[in-house]
């Protein structure tokens, strides 16, 4: 058994299969590995790593293990899936996961090929373990992958308190330890005992907080945008393709990015935090649905067009459109009155959260400081919105405490 | 200046008018009077006291003068006004202020003639201050009243995060920093500047969170309800009156109903937490408006109406209606692209706080744990209530994570 | 089995006996006792309970049970010990420990006779455990008693942190989860195994910084030493006696001192914090060896005989003299190089720890603050005292700083 | 001002120059530069940056500027001198600084060069600062260079808080807002004022507990020895020399030394955690003074000679030589009695600090885990230590728990 102290969990133990998989180059590649990416640049103290948030989710499913009284085999699948779970990670973790999804058609819970070979495939082999089942936790498969990867997931759990502990926004301060204890399977499905309404509540209450504070802050998404610009730039180039540029680490993609010619300025300004600014700043209701739902090459093709209109070099303009608003969470179980019912059903905070997620949707055009003046009305004119409401520049006072703050 | 060590707020400076205050035997009182009364039998660690949330509305009331750049007089009575904006609390903080107030109209903010006399009142005018306009702000009159006691008053900002650091329930976790920093008087009104939505949003969530789980926990009620309940037979008492009863600490009021033979069974049961039980506990559609609404005499009536049914002494029937659901909280302002705007309009969360609270509302009749099933049945009959779904003992099963936990 | 939200421990998991057991009115009697007594005059948030705290030592106790291995009967009877190790403490904790032990010959870990009666002792038989045997860990008896009550005893490994807690004074923050999984038996002795001196010395370091600041905060030490002289007030009224007194709780001596005429003075000093201060603080060496040494009816010849020299009332004058200084904790044992040692030969910081403690002792005489002056010199004369250096009056301006502080 | 969010102080407010120095490319490389290097090794959560540290030692010095009442220009300089105090830093922090040092001349905080040219130069000139003096400043010279660089730094003050918060280990945990309170300034010494001779132990012996346990953890000092020997190899090649190494960032380095054939193994071998382990340890006293006193190029005389005759390969054997114990901080004065008084003259805890220093000092020989045994007693041999007490493979059942923990 090895103990390791964590800041947040404090002693974890790791025993059995997870001991030899903590040592393999695969795991030990997530230490070089932000959780948050970019948010540093916001949040300073934010240098977490995917490392030890995999090991707070290897502790995790261990007390939620014990506590539902699964043990054995079943069990020992499940910590490796959990202690694994971000093993499928890109330097920047979701950062430019949709880049190397684009060319790779993989996402990073699409860990069945890593981990069926390497260190990872010969440890599980020695371990007894069988690397497809602990792939199917790892993407949430079965009665048991709803612990790994599900709405009430110990990912999450770990995640808000970790990430509330390092930046130092105490909204994702959540009651794990309750949530840990609370969890049983009903009829094969993870639900959260008797009583248990507000439990489930705080943590879809702690996201929707951390979610426009943390994960979705304006210079998070900015300067994320701009890496992922980078990154398509880089996979242009003929010597590294996309599979390759999915196992580097933080380090090797910031070093690469510097050392291209037709990266490094895109590398200096985020090393330096020269950041590109917003020109366009929308809400759902005034972007058409043509932009919402566009594909990358049409995104592409507007930002061409904007540089264009606006006489700015190409990679002077960065569409940022998030997905759709959608919200599978609120569909968390809990008991009531002995009956396993929907967390949205029982809620009315969860079923205002639908809308608030709308409501904080917003679409982005960024570019540098003193071009985002031109390219905003360019933008405005090339994707047919209207000025007043969507421009930076327009509502600039009114805007003002959300633009400057931590920029 | 004198430095106080908070284990909220680390050191808090006290200076002027505040340090002189702070000596002063009603002040001192305060040390003897929980914050949360009854809670302290489901949280054990929760025997913080008004004394020390004192000092933090104090520290908080300060800060927020430095922010807004306050000084001078006004700075000088709004600070008084932090410091003994509880110096009217009676014995048990809330628990028994609907009994004081029946007999005496006054409630804990209702410090006017408290303020004027006494040593409060020599050491207010000694520091040139005016007793009534400290009064008049304790009752969150005026611009600066707000910040006393209103929507963003520093007296939640700091019962929250001191609730949560001595229950150990992480809900109340704010952003009181940042609240404050964000502070602002527009038109005359305290709103939060721009891009506070969600700072604003995180405060009335703490306390939708915290209001079920800890203000209002069943056994927290039930308690209470006890304790109520004796305060007014001490009350019947011919030496005892309801002025003198306001005054006391919580030391005096648990020794007063142990050495009073006809409350020594309440004060017995209160210090072994020997606790009647729920026979009822229905939710708000299925409470006729008559008994929501009934005053006092009327609920005496029905109580002993039911104690008489269920054929058990008088004393062994409490019913406890909670006031209807009311959310003044939401009228939060907060200014959204240069516009002073309520924060209910804003927040989709902030609109459905007021249905969860309809939600949560549950009218309780009590009695000791072998009378619950005859007292139940008896006390649906006299209210005219549906038996299913508000009698305890036919929903046991279901509701037993609830009932059993912490009690 | 009952689930307990501890502020320290976050939840507490009791089971079996010491289930039964948390419902005595014995044990809740505890929660109205002060951790810290008069210590909540220095520090205003450290209210927390000897009820608290119980939970807290059961609970290390639990998990060090399991670390080590150790089950059943004997785990049994070990965490019904470690919960009810203070079931003894009197009201106001240590504070008037040495008045009820000369009237009573029995200090707070004396609990044989009560855990042999009363609903403890039903509950233990009813349990299957031995009150002797209980009541034998609480001493510190035996291989095991040592958990419980020894230089390594889980008792000071919670209070330490729990007490930081709730003064806000971080030097208590010690590594209690290493310290526990570090503990082993090695021939019968309770030791912290190999690569742990530094582990050792930090529980050491911790209660020597803890010390001066908080346990023996000159504050604290005032107010304790006038509530002592008030309990021995009490004690020569005809209807308490010393056995009644140890059985009280905080509120009932409270009460019972305000209501008792010749012990009001101090109950409404003590409420108000108006207290007495040093007349005379002296170090070790300016201290006769017949002083240190004194018994109690000395001691009370001399507070006699300097109130006359003084000529002032004869409760204005109290000596405060605490025993000499000793180092038991030092002897902790640790693994070295396979071999146990004393900590004390390991340690160069624990040796140094002796000499620390006797510079931190003082010896102090305390009056009403109008007559410091007067006592200070008759006190010198009286116990032929060098003035210089001993007398409050003479060095006040060299000693401001820590006079003034938190007073 | 810009407002920042901090994992440890909250919010951190930059103003006046400090804002606009925040903003260089060079404070920005403080990002990429983790604080304690390798101890993330042992530590995984230890992933806070020079950055962090450096806004949170500006934020502790514009704290202590206003309680000493120090402003206008001063107070200017010492916060730009606070902010910069770190932009000397190489990349890994302390860890190869010896390396660079031996190649340039400059430890980190010889930054007059640094502060005088580039970004920062031009800022410090567009916002009216000296260079020189803000270097004066870093260095530690003046009077209120002792508040930057001195026995009672606001730096120190940052760092321990800080490492505990993100390494998990409680002993840093000082009383950091009592330390800022009590610093005073007599005769030009800055002291701590009357009253805090435990205060300023506090920050000792917490720096005491957090050397071993931390900072010099075994597994820190190996992973940190292999890198300063793959530094010393890399600047063997051409192409790099050490005032550009030292200028580079963690990631450069850490890629540089990926893609150099000669450092390849030292990159994969600390990338992936596997560390060569100890062949020898030993004590002081155990060691020649010989070899403690060796100059680089004897030390690299020894590392051949050991490989030579243990028949491996020259990079398999690294000799890790801790300086002699030097204690300057027990230097640090309060003030006693109305005299300013060296801590270490009061204080047994902090003299002993001295021998405990020289106990905890270990030598240590390392190799790949296959070697040690064979490295170790070719080491005693060439060294001329004695085999028992020295030889790792020797001792190795009574050192296990040190050595296995964290490994």
Redesign the interface.
């Known amino acids: 058994m090895?103990?390791?102290?964590?800041?947040?969990h404090?002693?974890i133990e790791v025993e059995g299969a997870a001991e030899a998989l903590l040592?393999t180059?695969e795991m030990?590649?997530l230490?070089?590995i932000?959780q948050l990416g970019t948010v540093?640049?916001v949040?300073?103290?934010?240098?977490?790593?995917r490392?030890?948030h995999s090991?707070g989710v290897y502790h995790l499913a261990s007390r939620a293990l014990s506590h539902l009284g699964i043990e054995g085999d079943a069990a020992a699948h499940i910590e490796a899936a959990a202690l694994l779970h971000d093993v499928g990670h890109g330097p920047y973790s979701h950062n430019i996961e949709s880049v190397t999804h684009r060319h790779t058609g993989k996402y990073h819970d699409d860990v069945e090929e890593l981990v069926a070979r390497g260190t990872i495939g010969e440890t599980l082999e020695a371990e007894g373990l069988d690397p497809k089942r602990v792939a199917a936790l790892v993407e949430g498969d079965g009665e048991f992958g709803q612990l790994v990867s599900g709405e009430l997931d110990v990912d999450r759990m770990d995640y808000l308190v970790r990430d509330a502990?390092?930046?130092?926004?105490?909204?994702g301060?959540?009651?794990h330890?309750?949530l840990i204890?609370?969890l049983t399977f009903v009829d094969g499905e993870l639900v959260l005992?008797?009583?248990?309404v507000?439990t489930a509540?705080?943590l879809l209450?702690a996201r929707?907080?951390m979610n426009?504070?943390v994960y979705q802050h304006p210079v998070a998404r900015i300067s994320k945008a701009m890496l992922r610009r980078a990154a398509e730039q880089l996979l242009t180039e003929p010597d590294i393709d996309a599979h390759e540029l999915r196992r580097m680490d933080?380090?090797?993609l910031?070093?690469a990015l510097r050392l291209n010619p037709s990266t490094t300025e895109f590398a200096e300004r985020l090393?330096?935090?020269d950041l590109y600014k917003r020109a366009v700043w929308a809400e759902l209701p005034n972007v058409p649905d043509s932009i919402i739902d566009a594909e990358h090459d049409a995104v592409a093709d507007f930002e061409r067009e904007i540089a264009a209109a606006a006489d700015v070099d190409a990679e002077s303009v960065i569409l940022d459109i998030p997905p759709r608003p959608s919200m599978t969470e609120s569909s968390s179980r809990v008991?009531?009155?002995?009956?396993m019912r929907q967390l949205e059903r029982e809620?009315?905070?969860v079923?205002?959260?639908r809308?608030?997620q709308e409501?904080q949707w917003r679409f982005g055009v960024y570019a540098p400081e003193a071009q985002t003046e031109r390219v905003g009305r360019a933008a405005a004119n090339v994707l047919g919105l209207d000025i007043k409401g969507t421009l930076v520049s327009e509502?600039r006072?009114?805007?003002?405490?959300?633009?400057d703050?931590?920029e």
């Open positions: 090895t103990t390791i102290k964590d800041s947040v404090d002693h040592d180059p030990q590649r230490r070089r932000k540093q640049l949040y300073p103290s934010a240098n977490h790593t490392f030890e090991l502990h390092h930046t130092g926004v105490p909204y301060t959540i009651d330890e309750r204890r609370e005992a008797e009583g248990n507000q509540e705080s209450l929707a907080l426009p504070t933080d380090y090797d910031l070093v090393a330096t935090r008991m009531v009155n002995g009956e809620s009315p905070l079923q205002a959260l809308t608030a409501q509502v006072s009114g805007l003002n405490a959300t633009l703050e931590f």
